[in-house]
């Protein structure tokens, strides 16, 4: 067995909340612990309305940085993702977007999924709104990250740019569309508290409660 850290919880310290992310090897099979994004980035970019205090901010549409999406497809795909939380999910469609994650099993509790589906939809709201703004996003590197100017800009952002060759991804990726998080959903596989599930013919899975925010949950795997 082993198990990687792929995030920190709190996105390395910083206030904006993102949970731990783990890959958990066994058995040959590969476990994504959740999938969040660290909304940390966000940051770096001005607001909209305009208001004269961006100073040193990027005037554009933002890019979302999720270190565990791009850590998951740099490892060359995964067997299945265990969500604990509405928060760890929604770095999900940036994942199974990708042709290599199309048949990868995503299980979370049902009262999560619907939590943060509510959530991701929030997200792309909000995004709509800097899009309306500056124009259109592009699938191509826009210019604030391109050369020299990426050093003008906060360390954060110049640790977040780093592109993995080869999976199609990068750690700061455009947002992901509402048609992508209806791909997302149709990966996941709900499951009620207590419900044991058998993946793969080797594991039992079961999620218990965790006691600290509605529909969180604590994984239980064991082997058959």
């Given at each position: 067995m082993?198990?990687?850290?792929?995030s920190?919880?709190?996105?390395?310290?910083?206030s904006?909340?993102?949970?731990?992310?783990?890959?958990?090897?066994?058995?040959?099979?590969?476990?994504l612990?959740?999938c969040?994004?660290?909304?940390?980035a966000?940051?770096a970019?001005?607001?909209?309305?305009?208001?004269?205090g961006?100073?040193?901010?990027i005037?554009a549409?933002?890019?979302?940085?999720?270190?565990?999406?791009?850590a998951?497809?740099?490892?060359?795909?995964?067997?299945?993702?265990?969500?604990?939380?509405?928060?760890?999910?929604?770095?999900?469609?940036?994942?199974?977007?990708?042709?290599g994650f199309a048949?990868?099993?995503?299980?979370?509790?049902?009262?999560?999924?619907?939590?943060g589906?509510?959530?991701?939809?929030?997200?792309?709201?909000?995004?709509?709104?800097?899009?309306?703004?500056?124009?259109?996003?592009?699938?191509?590197?826009?210019k604030?990250?391109e050369?020299?100017k990426?050093?003008?800009?906060?360390s954060?952002?110049?640790k977040?740019?780093?592109?993995?060759e080869?999976?199609g991804?990068?750690?700061?990726m455009?947002?992901?569309?509402?048609?992508?998080?209806?791909?997302?959903m149709?990966?996941?596989?709900?499951?009620?508290?207590?419900?044991?599930?058998?993946?793969?013919?080797?594991?039992?899975?079961?999620?218990?409660?965790?006691?600290?925010?509605?529909?969180?949950s604590?994984?239980?795997?064991?082997?058959l």
């Open positions: 082993k198990l990687t850290c792929l920190i919880s709190g996105g390395g310290g910083r904006y909340h993102s949970p731990a992310s783990h890959l958990l090897e066994m058995e040959g099979l590969r476990f612990l959740d969040p994004i660290d909304l940390s966000l940051a970019f001005a607001p909209v309305p305009l208001t004269g961006e100073a040193g901010l005037r549409v933002p890019r979302y940085w999720s270190p565990t999406a791009a998951a497809a740099k490892a060359g795909g995964v067997d299945a993702v265990l969500v604990s939380s509405a928060t760890g999910m929604l770095g999900l469609p940036f994942l199974t977007r990708l042709p048949n990868t099993k995503v299980y979370v509790t049902e009262v999560a999924a619907r939590i589906k509510l959530m991701m939809g929030e997200l792309v709201e909000m995004h709509r709104e800097f899009v309306r703004y500056y124009g259109p996003d592009t699938d191509g590197l826009p604030w990250m050369g020299e990426l050093n003008e800009f906060p954060l952002l110049q977040a740019v780093t592109e993995d080869g999976n991804l990068i750690s700061l455009p947002l992901y569309s509402p048609g992508n998080i209806e791909e997302c149709q990966a996941i596989q709900p499951v009620k508290y207590g419900e044991e599930v058998c993946f793969n013919g080797i594991f039992m899975l079961k999620a218990s409660s965790s006691g600290l925010e509605l529909g969180n604590v994984w239980t795997i064991k082997a």
